[in-house]
C-alpha cells in the first residue's frame, strides 16, 4: 500500500513538472512579445508579433493555471482559502483585465505576468 502512494505522489510530481516545461516553453513568447516587457528591457517588438499574448496567455492560464483554478475550487468549497486560492485570483484578475484590453476596453495588459506567474508557481509547486 506505501509503494502505491509514492507511486500516486511521483506521478502527481512528473504531472506538475510536465505541466511546468510546456508552460515555460508557452510564456517565452509571450514575454517575448509584450510590450511592456520589451520597454522595459528596450527593444521594439514587431508589429506581426502583436497577436502572440493574447493568442497564448489564455492557453497559459487554462493549461498552466489549471492546478490552481481547480485547488481553489476546492479550498473555496471547504471554507478554507490558501495558496491555491491566492495564486487562482491573481492569474484570473491577469487573464481578466488582459482580454479586457484586448478587446479594447482597458489598458492593462498583463499577459507577460500571468505567464511568469504561472510558470513560477508550477516550479515551486
Same mark, same amino acid.
Given at each position: 500500500m506505501a509503494t502505491d502512494h509514492a507511486h500516486d505522489h511521483s506521478d502527481h510530481a512528473a504531472r506538475f513538472r510536465d505541466r511546468f516545461w510546456i508552460s515555460l516553453v508557452l510564456a517565452v513568447p509571450v514575454v517575448a512579445a509584450s510590450p511592456m516587457f520589451a520597454d522595459l528591457l528596450g527593444y521594439g517588438v514587431p508589429g506581426w508579433a502583436s497577436w502572440i499574448p493574447p493568442t497564448l496567455g489564455p492557453v497559459l492560464y487554462l493549461y498552466g493555471g489549471w492546478p490552481f483554478l481547480t485547488?481553489?475550487?476546492?479550498?473555496?468549497?471547504?471554507?478554507?482559502?490558501?495558496m491555491m486560492t491566492l495564486v487562482a485570483l491573481a492569474i484570473t484578475v491577469a487573464a481578466v483585465a488582459s482580454t479586457a484590453t484586448t478587446l479594447g476596453l482597458?489598458?492593462?495588459?498583463?499577459w507577460w505576468e500571468l505567464a511568469l506567474l504561472? $510558470? $513560477?508557481?508550477l516550479l515551486g509547486h
Open positions: 485547488g481553489a475550487v476546492g479550498e473555496v468549497r471547504s471554507r478554507r482559502p490558501g482597458f489598458m492593462l495588459d498583463f504561472v $510558470v $513560477v508557481m
